[in-house]
């Protein structure tokens, strides 16, 4: 089990310190709406990982200013949201993948709907297929284009040039389609309370 200790630093905020014995080297993490996270080997020890978090200091700042602007503005897009039925939005992405699985003839063993806060969708190597009940507010083009996405993940389950072959075979430029995604990537962070 990951040991984790939790400081506060002078204009950084709340710090966590995983000891991971599974690295070899310290690692910070940033993330919209999370605190500053120092991943550290074991036998490295938390004053060394303090040191590294002081040399690394305007990095961190600088990354702290970029992500605080992301957050705003996620916030600000927030505001243009509508309000959706939970129980509605399950359902209704729940129906069109089970339409596009047939009109493709994909197989899969379950889905299930849910908030994700970095992934609008996953497949497991058991055929689960996860998807994020934000997509709700996508384009009906994107949200399709992120269930067959996953419904290809059930026949192959990494992204080689042989599955973006597969997918384009669905999907007109899925790599394009991928990259429109990022502009919605502030739904990620939408709280409960908006759905």
């Avoid at 709907?113 to 709700?136: A, E």
């Amino acid at each position: 089990m990951q040991q984790i200790i939790e400081k506060s630093f002078s204009g950084l905020g709340r710090v966590e310190f995983h000891l991971n014995r599974k690295i070899s080297r310290i690692i910070i993490r940033m993330k919209p709406f999370k605190n500053i996270s120092v991943s550290v080997p074991r036998g490295t020890g938390i004053i060394a990982a303090e040191k590294f978090l002081v040399q690394k200091n305007d990095w961190i700042l600088k990354n702290i200013c970029r992500i605080r602007s992301y957050e705003k503005k996620v916030v600000a897009e927030q505001q243009n949201v509508k309000e959706i039925d939970e129980d509605q939005a399950k359902l209704q992405l729940l129906n069109r993948t089970a339409e596009l699985a047939a009109e493709f003839n994909f197989q899969f063993n379950r889905i299930t709907v849910r908030r994700q806060k970095t992934r609008w969708g996953s497949c497991s190597l058991k055929k689960n297929i996860n998807l994020n009940i934000n997509l709700i507010h996508l384009p009906y083009d994107l949200i399709d284009y992120v269930i067959i996405h996953e419904l290809v993940h059930t026949t192959i389950h990494n992204h080689s040039s042989r599955f973006w072959e597969e997918l384009s075979k669905y999907v007109k430029d899925p790599e394009k389609k991928s990259r429109s995604l990022k502009k919605y990537q502030y739904l990620l962070y939408m709280s409960k309370n908006k759905e």
